[in-house]
């Protein structure tokens, strides 16, 4: 079946660097996707999202750049602090229904 | 506002037993969602509602699985009876647009 899936399980990188988390997707459908951050105990957190119209979108230190011609979904952390240490989700929906799919989650985790 | 609250926050039960977890949605939003999460298998969409209506409830595992929204503010995800492999957290969701907003879960262990 379709579904949404991430390259790297784990991903570790020095404070203050960028860091770079994909993700790819397989439903050509989709036409809306969002970031979600969940630290340690706590529920998934909206991050940033991104339409299909679009290629990138940018928020404070983040950047969502969409490939649909690959199907492919990358968030890009700048300066990363610690408090970026957690698990990072890309999940996709389609207009034509409202259930998001989430994919299976990367782990970041920042080194001082 | 107070985002999604979920009750209780953790639950120990024995197996067998009925366990009951609660959510109160954002005010105004109009679609509510179950979501399980376990290392195995991630994030799992069991079941959401539209304006109080379960819309898919295509995800949930089995017939033990049920799922009520009475009415906008509340609803309800209950087990019975519980098994061992039901422990997992147990994630509520609310929405308006398209993006959702989660609740801190409920962290379900069943002995």
């Known amino acids: 079946g379709e579904s949404v899936g991430l390259h790297l399980p784990t991903l570790s990188v020095q404070e203050g660097d960028n860091s770079i988390i994909n993700c790819a997707y397989s439903?050509?459908?989709?036409?809306?996707f969002i970031w979600y951050k969940q630290e340690s105990g706590k529920g998934p957190q909206f991050i940033i999202d991104?339409?299909?119209?679009?290629d990138k979108r940018q928020g404070q230190r983040v950047t969502v750049l969409l490939n649909k011609t690959v199907k492919h979904l990358s968030l890009q952390i700048a300066a990363t602090q610690p408090g970026d240490s957690a698990v990072y989700f890309c999940a996709e929906n389609r207009r034509s229904d409202n259930d998001m799919r989430f994919g299976a989650g990367t782990r970041l985790t920042v080194k001082p | 506002d107070a985002g999604v609250i979920q009750s209780p926050r953790h639950e120990v039960t024995e197996m067998g037993q009925e366990v009951t977890l609660r959510c109160k949605p954002i005010?105004?939003?109009?679609?509510l969602f179950w979501y399980r999460q376990t290392m195995m298998r991630g994030l799992e969409l069991l079941i959401y509602f539209n304006n109080n209506v379960p819309i898919d409830d295509s995800g949930m595992p089995e017939d033990r699985f049920s799922a009520k929204m009475p009415n906008a503010s509340f609803s309800t995800l209950k087990i019975q009876p519980s098994e061992p492999r039901d422990s997992a957290v147990y994630f509520c969701a609310s929405s308006h647009a398209r993006g959702y907003t989660f609740g801190s879960g409920t962290r379900l262990t069943v002995v």
């Open positions: 991104i339409r299909s119209n679009m």
């Open positions: 439903n050509s459908a989709s036409d809306y």
């Open positions: 005010s105004g939003h109009d679609y």
